[in-house]
Protein backbone atom coordinates (compact mmCIF):
# COMPACT_ATOMS: atom_id res chain seq x y z
CA UNK A 1 0.00 0.00 0.00
CA UNK A 2 0.76 3.52 -0.69
CA UNK A 3 -0.71 4.74 1.79
CA UNK A 4 -2.15 8.09 1.70
CA UNK A 5 -0.65 10.51 -1.32
CA UNK A 6 -0.66 14.07 -1.55
CA UNK A 7 0.33 16.29 -4.73
CA UNK A 8 2.41 18.55 -5.12
CA UNK A 9 4.66 18.74 -2.77
CA UNK A 10 5.40 22.42 -3.17
CA UNK A 11 3.58 25.00 -4.79
CA UNK A 12 3.86 29.36 -5.08
CA UNK A 13 1.20 31.21 -6.24
CA UNK A 14 0.60 33.95 -6.61
CA UNK A 15 -2.64 36.30 -4.91
CA UNK A 16 -5.79 35.73 -6.29
CA UNK A 17 -4.72 32.33 -8.44
CA UNK A 18 -6.73 29.18 -7.47
CA UNK A 19 -5.42 25.34 -7.24
CA UNK A 20 -6.68 22.09 -6.15
CA UNK A 21 -4.25 20.00 -3.62
CA UNK A 22 -4.86 16.51 -4.53
CA UNK A 23 -4.86 13.51 -1.69
CA UNK A 24 -5.44 9.97 -2.50
CA UNK A 25 -5.22 6.39 -0.23
CA UNK A 26 -5.31 3.36 -1.34
CA UNK A 27 -6.58 1.95 2.34
CA UNK A 28 -9.93 1.74 1.91
CA UNK A 29 -10.60 4.40 4.58
CA UNK A 30 -14.08 6.13 5.01
CA UNK A 31 -12.94 8.83 6.60
CA UNK A 32 -10.64 11.50 5.49
CA UNK A 33 -9.45 15.05 6.38
CA UNK A 34 -7.76 18.17 4.64
CA UNK A 35 -5.17 20.24 7.64
CA UNK A 36 -3.11 23.04 7.75
CA UNK A 37 0.00 23.67 9.75
CA UNK A 38 1.51 27.21 9.92
CA UNK A 39 4.75 27.13 11.04
CA UNK A 40 5.52 26.43 14.74
CA UNK A 41 2.16 25.15 15.54
CA UNK A 42 -0.31 22.24 15.30
CA UNK A 43 -2.04 21.19 12.84
CA UNK A 44 -5.95 22.47 11.88
CA UNK A 45 -8.60 21.35 10.20
CA UNK A 46 -10.05 22.52 7.51
CA UNK A 47 -12.43 20.00 6.03
CA UNK A 48 -13.13 16.03 7.08
CA UNK A 49 -15.10 13.20 4.84
CA UNK A 50 -16.47 10.37 6.54
CA UNK A 51 -17.10 9.03 2.90
CA UNK A 52 -17.84 9.56 -0.37
CA UNK A 53 -19.95 12.17 -1.25
CA UNK A 54 -20.46 13.43 1.84
CA UNK A 55 -18.19 16.72 3.27
CA UNK A 56 -17.94 18.70 6.41
CA UNK A 57 -16.41 22.06 7.55
CA UNK A 58 -13.85 21.77 10.51
CA UNK A 59 -12.01 24.45 12.48
CA UNK A 60 -11.32 26.88 9.58
CA UNK A 61 -12.95 25.84 6.16
CA UNK A 62 -13.48 29.70 4.90
CA UNK A 63 -11.56 30.18 1.61
CA UNK A 64 -11.07 25.81 0.55
CA UNK A 65 -13.79 24.17 -1.06
CA UNK A 66 -13.68 20.12 -0.98
CA UNK A 67 -15.46 17.05 -3.06
CA UNK A 68 -15.47 12.98 -2.53
CA UNK A 69 -16.77 11.74 -5.51
CA UNK A 70 -14.88 8.52 -4.60
CA UNK A 71 -13.59 6.87 -1.47
CA UNK A 72 -10.03 7.13 -3.09
CA UNK A 73 -10.19 10.93 -3.40
CA UNK A 74 -10.59 14.34 -1.90
CA UNK A 75 -9.22 17.12 -3.56
CA UNK A 76 -8.82 20.70 -1.46
CA UNK A 77 -9.42 23.80 -3.99
CA UNK A 78 -8.24 27.19 -3.09
CA UNK A 79 -10.80 29.36 -5.61
CA UNK A 80 -8.61 32.60 -4.39
CA UNK A 81 -5.36 32.35 -3.12
CA UNK A 82 -4.51 34.93 0.06
CA UNK A 83 -1.19 35.15 1.73
CA UNK A 84 -2.65 34.17 4.84
CA UNK A 85 -3.41 30.52 3.22
CA UNK A 86 0.89 29.97 3.34
CA UNK A 87 1.19 26.84 5.06
CA UNK A 88 1.45 23.43 4.92
CA UNK A 89 -1.30 21.06 3.95
CA UNK A 90 -1.39 17.77 5.54
CA UNK A 91 -4.13 15.16 4.08
CA UNK A 92 -4.94 12.10 6.27
CA UNK A 93 -7.49 9.11 6.45
CA UNK A 94 -8.58 6.93 8.76
CA UNK A 95 -9.51 3.93 10.52
CA UNK A 96 -10.90 2.98 14.21
CA UNK A 97 -7.19 2.89 15.44
CA UNK A 98 -5.87 5.95 14.05
CA UNK A 99 -5.38 8.56 11.50
CA UNK A 100 -2.67 8.46 9.13
CA UNK A 101 -1.40 10.90 7.15
CA UNK A 102 0.16 12.27 3.65
CA UNK A 103 3.48 13.94 3.61
CA UNK A 104 2.16 17.38 2.97
CA UNK A 105 2.24 19.71 0.52
CA UNK A 106 4.01 23.22 0.89
CA UNK A 107 2.11 26.40 -0.28
CA UNK A 108 3.74 29.78 -0.15
CA UNK A 109 0.68 32.68 -1.63
CA UNK A 110 2.86 35.90 -2.26
CA UNK B 1 -14.57 23.44 21.70
CA UNK B 2 -12.51 21.04 22.98
CA UNK B 3 -8.50 22.31 23.46
CA UNK B 4 -5.19 19.96 24.47
CA UNK B 5 -2.30 21.98 26.01
CA UNK B 6 0.56 20.50 25.83
CA UNK B 7 3.87 21.32 27.74
CA UNK B 8 6.45 21.64 27.76
CA UNK B 9 6.29 23.53 24.23
CA UNK B 10 10.30 22.35 23.58
CA UNK B 11 13.13 20.53 25.50
CA UNK B 12 16.84 20.55 24.78
CA UNK B 13 18.20 17.44 26.17
CA UNK B 14 21.50 15.39 26.18
CA UNK B 15 21.52 11.92 23.70
CA UNK B 16 20.77 8.97 26.63
CA UNK B 17 18.48 11.42 28.63
CA UNK B 18 14.76 10.10 29.72
CA UNK B 19 11.96 12.56 28.38
CA UNK B 20 8.63 13.15 29.49
CA UNK B 21 5.88 15.60 28.36
CA UNK B 22 2.33 15.23 28.67
CA UNK B 23 -0.61 16.51 27.12
CA UNK B 24 -3.95 18.27 29.63
CA UNK B 25 -7.87 19.23 28.58
CA UNK B 26 -10.35 20.51 30.39
CA UNK B 27 -12.96 18.05 28.94
CA UNK B 28 -12.90 14.34 28.82
CA UNK B 29 -11.55 12.42 26.15
CA UNK B 30 -12.04 8.36 25.29
CA UNK B 31 -9.10 8.11 22.89
CA UNK B 32 -5.90 9.80 23.37
CA UNK B 33 -3.37 9.40 20.58
CA UNK B 34 -0.02 10.50 20.58
CA UNK B 35 1.85 10.92 17.11
CA UNK B 36 5.70 12.06 16.07
CA UNK B 37 6.17 14.74 13.10
CA UNK B 38 10.19 14.91 11.69
CA UNK B 39 11.02 18.23 9.82
CA UNK B 40 9.42 18.09 6.07
CA UNK B 41 7.04 14.64 6.64
CA UNK B 42 3.64 14.25 8.22
CA UNK B 43 2.78 13.10 11.53
CA UNK B 44 3.11 9.32 12.14
CA UNK B 45 1.08 7.84 14.65
CA UNK B 46 3.20 6.64 17.71
CA UNK B 47 0.47 5.07 19.64
CA UNK B 48 -2.92 5.24 20.50
CA UNK B 49 -4.83 4.92 24.37
CA UNK B 50 -8.15 3.66 24.51
CA UNK B 51 -8.51 3.19 28.67
CA UNK B 52 -8.55 5.08 31.56
CA UNK B 53 -5.34 4.30 33.28
CA UNK B 54 -3.82 2.50 30.49
CA UNK B 55 -0.30 2.23 30.14
CA UNK B 56 1.55 1.39 26.47
CA UNK B 57 5.09 1.03 25.21
CA UNK B 58 6.24 0.92 21.79
CA UNK B 59 9.45 0.21 22.10
CA UNK B 60 11.67 3.25 23.99
CA UNK B 61 8.07 5.07 24.40
CA UNK B 62 5.74 4.88 26.94
CA UNK B 63 2.24 6.37 27.12
CA UNK B 64 -0.22 6.37 29.78
CA UNK B 65 -4.17 7.74 29.96
CA UNK B 66 -4.46 9.43 32.79
CA UNK B 67 -7.11 8.39 35.44
CA UNK B 68 -9.47 11.17 34.87
CA UNK B 69 -9.30 11.32 31.18
CA UNK B 70 -8.24 14.91 30.85
CA UNK B 71 -4.53 13.94 30.52
CA UNK B 72 -1.92 11.91 28.68
CA UNK B 73 1.45 11.52 29.42
CA UNK B 74 4.39 10.22 26.95
CA UNK B 75 7.75 9.39 27.84
CA UNK B 76 10.56 8.30 26.08
CA UNK B 77 13.65 6.90 27.68
CA UNK B 78 17.54 6.96 26.62
CA UNK B 79 16.96 9.32 24.06
CA UNK B 80 18.50 9.10 20.83
CA UNK B 81 19.57 11.72 17.70
CA UNK B 82 16.78 10.22 15.61
CA UNK B 83 14.21 11.15 18.65
CA UNK B 84 14.32 14.49 17.27
CA UNK B 85 11.20 15.91 15.92
CA UNK B 86 7.91 17.30 17.26
CA UNK B 87 5.61 15.33 19.25
CA UNK B 88 1.75 15.70 19.22
CA UNK B 89 -1.36 14.87 21.05
CA UNK B 90 -4.71 13.82 19.21
CA UNK B 91 -7.85 13.38 21.18
CA UNK B 92 -11.39 12.72 18.64
CA UNK B 93 -14.76 14.28 19.28
CA UNK B 94 -17.31 12.34 20.97
CA UNK B 95 -18.74 11.18 17.13
CA UNK B 96 -15.35 10.19 16.83
CA UNK B 97 -14.81 11.68 13.13
CA UNK B 98 -12.56 14.90 14.52
CA UNK B 99 -9.69 15.04 16.11
CA UNK B 100 -7.94 17.70 17.87
CA UNK B 101 -4.51 18.03 17.87
CA UNK B 102 -2.33 19.67 21.18
CA UNK B 103 0.25 22.55 19.88
CA UNK B 104 3.11 19.99 20.42
CA UNK B 105 5.90 19.52 22.23
CA UNK B 106 9.39 20.18 20.14
CA UNK B 107 12.34 17.65 21.18
CA UNK B 108 15.78 18.21 20.56
CA UNK B 109 18.54 15.68 21.59
CA UNK B 110 22.56 16.88 21.40
CA UNK B 111 24.86 13.94 20.75
Known amino acids: NAGVTQTPKFRILKIGQSMTLQCTQD?????MYWYRQDPGMGLKLIYYSVGAGITDKGEVPNGYNVSRSTTEDFPLRLELAAPSQTSVYFC?????????FGPGTRLTVL | GQQLNQSPQSMFIQEGEDVSMNCTSSSIFNTWLWYKQEPGEGPVLLIALYKAGELTSNGRLTAQFGITRKDSFLNISASIPSDVGIYFCAGPNNAGNMLTFGGGTRLMVKP
Open chain 1, 92 to 100: ASSHPGGQF
Open chain 1, 27 to 31: MNHNY
